[in-house]
């Protein structure tokens, strides 16, 4: 009888050690997976919070961009608008290079100033013509030749037959007294105008910063340090968002331009087809 007693109270032992065991690893477990979720937790919110903290970074460098670029291309308008004026007064007497001399066009900004005719010859520069430039297939002069209207339009880079240089060309029709097509007044903008401005963000050489029209094509691109002009954009969301009516937006995207994923933050120009 002890000696069963005895192995009862042993077994009992056995079986209170076994339990107190398991409470012991369970608290552990339970330790430990509490610790794991407050780290998580903790984590979660640094990058939470850095996510908030680049995304009013990029929202603010993105209204920088905003407000750089509709200054630049309302600069351009105004000359594009004198010169458009003085030609309808003037006609083939107006002298673009003494207007150039007298410092009445800016030319550090613009790499070239003219008038295309109703044919599409390219008869009077800021520059000198030194041959005959027949520009009537362009893009920029045909737009305004059946044209009703009157408004601005930026052309895709191209690389100008005055020029030699990548430009983008800012257009308005010259339409004379009688409703009828008399040309079209060209500001030429050097695109590395934009792309200078971008480097001078230094966001870093994984960041891309560009001027893109809801076209699709980029009028600027800066990828790290390497500078683009004219290539498409189609895989951008911003461009669904802003055609969409969406004015500004940000996400998250991996560019096919390079596989990289990035933030991206985007607000469309007041007034242009551009973001």
Do not use: C
Request: a positive charge; charged letters at 25%; zero cysteines.
């Amino acid at each position: 009888m002890e000696r069963t007693a005895s192995m009862s109270r042993g077994l009992a032992d056995v079986r209170q050690y076994h339990r107190a065991l398991w409470v012991v690893w369970a608290s552990t477990l339970l330790l430990l997976t509490l610790i794991a979720a407050y780290a998580y937790h903790q984590t979660v919110q640094v990058r939470e919070r850095e996510h908030d903290l680049v995304a009013k970074d990029l929202a603010n460098l993105t209204r920088v961009g905003q407000e750089h670029a509709e200054r630049v291309l309302r600069g351009a308008d105004q000359v594009l608008r004198f010169v458009q004026d003085a030609y309808r007064r003037q006609g083939a007497s107006l002298d673009l290079k003494e207007l150039t001399a007298r410092g009445v066009i800016d030319v550090q900004l613009f790499n070239q100033v003219g008038i295309i005719d109703e044919q599409g010859i390219y008869v009077l520069a800021n520059l000198p013509i030194e041959q005959r430039l027949d520009l009537s297939d362009r893009e920029h002069f045909r737009v305004h030749v059946d044209a009703s209207q009157d408004r601005l339009w930026v052309s895709k880079p191209v690389i100008g037959r005055a020029s030699k240089r990548w430009s983008i060309q800012l257009t308005r029709r010259i339409t004379r007294g009688d409703g009828s097509f008399a040309g079209v007044a060209v500001v030429s903008i050097d695109p590395t105008y934009f792309t200078r401005f971008y480097a001078d963000l230094k966001l870093g050489e994984r960041a891309e910063l560009s001027l893109v029209g809801l076209d699709a094509v980029a009028r600027a691109r800066l990828v790290g340090r390497r500078e683009e002009f004219g290539t498409s954009a189609s895989d951008a969301p911003m461009l669904r968002m802003a055609n969409g009516g969406a004015r500004q937006g940000a996400y998250r995207h991996r560019a096919a331009i390079d596989g990289v994923e990035r933030f991206y933050h985007y607000r469309q120009l007041v007034g242009f087809d551009l973001v």
